[in-house]
């Protein structure tokens, strides 16, 4: 249900873009590498925080 969300509110975001003739401010590529970036983050956080209490225990 959370990709359909997502999907709708960027088609949404998209449309409102259009509609005011406005470009967005990165490139698709560009947007994508970053939305890569926050989700390896993501990931990573949960991982570096057992690590570090590996190394204090």
Do not use: N
């Not at 003739?21 to 970036?37: I, Q």
């Amino acid at each position: 249900m959370s990709y359909l969300i997502s999907l709708a509110i960027g088609i949404a975001v998209g449309l409102l873009y259009g509609g005011l003739d406005f470009r967005s401010p990165a490139p698709p590529a560009v947007a994508l590498v970053g939305l890569l970036g926050m989700q390896l983050g993501e990931k990573a956080w949960p991982l570096g925080k057992q690590l570090v209490a590996g190394w204090l225990s």
